[in-house]
């Protein structure tokens, strides 16, 4: 068993007769190993759930276990999750059905618990158990000095003067606080944000967005601090996520316009690529024609990507560069360019933004598991 701040961790391994993952092996042979952790807090909860094929290779999956306490599921991704009872079965989607001898497959979901969130003590993997009763342990609230003897990381090296910024590692709870609140302008639905202690591009923390599919599924972590003043910022992040951007229109980053009626600026993506959408007149960047789309670029999946954007606010334009690249239809330089800012131009733009918003709005199909990391904003460029 390995134990992490926050989160409960619980690793099993075995056959039909199977052995705890960390044990001594018993079992003549073992088909699955599981590792399940668990964020609490108050009476609700996510679940990061890790299983990793043993046997031989399969092209689907299903995981399923039976709950001890009263928790309920109420959404997932990565899998479909039903609960009947205290029984929950997993069934992998289309992209991560196969897996190979040694293969592993990852999802999520958030539920509800009162009392005590105890974790499942047997994993059935394709109708096979995992393993027997594990020793679980919950974790829930501020890490205690046992669990996180040593202070939290330094910020990143970029942090330097005149530059604010954030990667996360002050959080202590489960759940975005202090100078970040969860929020779901418009509507909510079933998309999460929560403070990830097993994924992060520098130090130990990371924001983690579990963002749902279909319209209304919005969440967002807000902060009011990083934006500062001026008419020059620059925007930095790093961003991993799990799913190639939809066709349908999605919302990664969002931030209040003074200047336009409260409505919002909106990095995102649509037909694959990276794009800017403002809200108060759906205008994009770049035009969503063919040539326009193919002068952005998708955002890579399942590695670490440093997204960084200048909006100068006196003269209206916008730069924008990923992994240290500029993106030819992500500028609008106040010269109306054919297939990229002829569209934004269609009007005088002189943003004053308010405030930065980590998150994801499904405005149609398209859900994503993002995660957030290094955040800084500075008047000058602070590259990656």
Known sequence: MRLVPIASVVVLAGAAIGVVGLGPAHAAAATCDVTWTANSWNTGFTADVKVTNLGAAVSSWTLAWDFAGNQQVTSAWNATVRQTGAAVTATSVGWNGSLATGASASFGFQGTYSGSNPAPSAFRFNGVTCGPEPVPSDASGPPS???????????????????????????????????????????????????????????????????????????????????????????????????????AHVTAVAMSDANDGG???????????????????????????????????????GTWNCVEFKIDSAAGTIETWLNNTSVPGLVADGSPTHDIDSQWLNRTWRPALTDLRLGWESYGDGSDTLWYDDVAVSGARIGC
Not at 265 to 294: C, I, K, M, W
Request: aromatic share 6%; with cysteine; glycine share 10%.
């Open 263 to 301: 409505k919002d600026l909106r990095f995102g993506g649509q037909n694959g690529a990276l794009q800017f959408n403002r809200a108060s007149d759906d205008a994009t960047l770049p035009e969503q024609s063919p040539a326009g789309v193919a002068l952005s670029r998708p955002l890579p999946v």
């Open 145 to 247: 000095p046992s669990q996180s003897s040593s202070p939290p990381p330094p910020a990143p090296a970029d942090c330097t003067s005149g530059t604010r910024c954030d990667g996360f590692e002050s959080q202590a709870g489960a759940v975005p606080s202090g100078s970040w609140t969860v929020t779901s302008p418009d509507c909510s639905g079933a998309g999460t944000a929560a403070i990830d202690r097993t994924v992060a591009h520098s130090g130990a923390t990371s924001l983690r967005i579990n963002g749902a599919a279909g319209y209304c599924n919005h969440v967002f972590a807000r902060n009011t601090d990083l934006m500062g003043t001026g008419s020059t910022r620059y925007v930095r992040y790093w961003v991993r996520h799990t799913t190639a951007l939809p066709a």
